[in-house]
């Protein structure tokens, strides 16, 4: 059974950091790797989606790495501002109907 | 954004009362799904839907039942609710390549 985690559970940092969010799966056999975005009170917004077969993907500050074989994926954000504060999900596409499984995701905190 | 809106947004019932959730969506797509959310565990799937009459279970689907009678319209039914089923439940919608768009929310409390 695939399984998602996502460490650390809560992050703070200062405004202006680079920092790195990791997601790891216990599978490696899934069709693609997402990042989501949560605000408080709100859906989700997706960032990044990476495909089995590429390595990363990037869309402005954010650039998201994927290694099947280890397992695990990244999430890069640059000269990290205030409005980065959110909860950062990953998912792993399992199957042909679109299924997703979800780690439990990781609160950022940019501290101004 | 996607078109995809939920109904009621917040919700008190009290155990063992039926309650119906709704996601509409105004974008045609073919597959819509229901997951809960829960400290700790992230998103959970529910049920999913693949077309019109079209259903399948998800990963925590006991205690819940779903009907899909239009494209547009997602129902996710609790018949008896039970207090375990207090959580944030959102309904997501994909067309092609695993990108889903996700509604508002809704807040069920079961007291």
């Known amino acids: 059974k695939q399984e998602v985690t996502q460490i650390p559970a809560a992050l703070s940092v200062p405004e202006g950091e680079n920092l790195v969010l990791n997601c790891s799966f216990t599978?490696?056999?899934?069709?693609?790797l997402q990042w989501f975005r949560q605000d408080p009170g709100k859906g989700l917004t997706s960032l990044l989606l990476?495909?089995?077969s590429q390595r990363e993907q990037t869309s402005g500050r954010l650039n998201a790495s994927l290694d099947k074989s280890s397992g695990r994926s990244t999430l890069y954000i640059a000269a990290s501002q205030p409005g980065d504060s959110a909860t950062y999900l990953c998912?792993?596409?399992?199957?042909?109907?679109?299924?997703?499984?979800w780690g439990a995701g990781t609160k950022l905190i940019i501290k101004p | 954004d996607a078109g995809i809106t939920q109904s009621p947004r917040h919700k008190v019932t009290e155990t063992g009362t039926p309650v119906t959730l709704r996601c509409h969506q105004t974008?045609?797509?073919?597959?819509m799904y229901w997951y809960r959310q829960d400290p700790g565990h992230g998103l959970r799937l529910i049920h999913y839907?693949?077309?019109?009459?079209?259903?399948d279970k998800g990963e925590v689907s006991d205690g819940y039942s779903v009907s899909r009678s239009k494209t547009e319209d997602f129902l996710l039914t609790l018949e008896s609710a039970t207090s375990s089923q207090t959580s944030v439940y959102f309904c997501?919608?994909?067309?092609?390549?695993?990108?889903?768009?996700f509604g508002p929310g809704t807040r069920l409390t079961v007291t």
């Open positions: 997501a919608i994909s067309e092609t390549a695993y990108e889903q768009y």
């Open positions: 998912a792993v596409g399992v199957d042909s109907n679109y299924q997703l499984i």
């Open positions: 990476i495909q089995s």
């Open positions: 839907s693949y077309g019109v009459k079209d259903t």
């Open positions: 974008e045609n797509h073919r597959y």
């Open positions: 599978d490696s056999a899934i069709y693609n």
